[in-house]
Nanobody, 126 residues
Framework: QVQLVESGGGLVQAGGSLRLSCVASGLTFSNYAMGWFRQAPGKEREFVAAISASPGTTDYADSVQGRFTISRDNPKNTVYLQMNSLKLEDTAVYYC???????????????????WGQGTQVTVSS
């Protein structure tokens, strides 16, 4: 049984930082590209960042480029999202996702991810 468990969300002031973690179990982590997505109230789920299974390729949405950093620790089955210079518009539920694609490719498309976590709330206040 595959599980993705996110943690690290919370309430932070604008300009602050948070680090999200997502621990995966029940799969061969090193065979999966990992992604972070977010969904704000009344909006569709949107791509935030992705990292390839072999951690050499990363991809970011324009809205977070330069502020967020995705990384992974394969021996710990964990993917991270370091979020700096947070803005009000970053408020959302953040989800991690795993997509079966070995090597150095990533994807921005939710349909290409096989497993999803339950989400962690990030709230940025003024």
């Amino acid at each position: 049984q595959v599980q993705l468990v996110e943690s690290g969300g919370g309430l932070v002031q604008a300009g602050g930082s948070l680090r999200l973690s997502c621990v995966a179990s029940g799969l061969t982590f090193s065979n999966y590209a990992m992604g972070w997505f977010r969904q704000a109230p009344g909006k569709e789920r949107e791509f935030v960042a992705a990292i390839s299974a072999s951690p050499g390729t990363t991809d970011y949405a324009d809205s977070v480029q330069g502020r967020f950093t995705i990384s992974r620790d394969n021996p710990k089955n964990t993917v991270y999202l370091q979020m700096n210079s947070l803005k009000l518009e970053d408020t959302a539920v953040y989800y991690c996702a795993a997509g079966r694609r070995a090597g150095w490719s990533t994807s921005r498309r939710p349909v290409e991810y096989d497993y999803w976590g339950q989400g962690t709330q990030v709230t940025v206040s003024s």
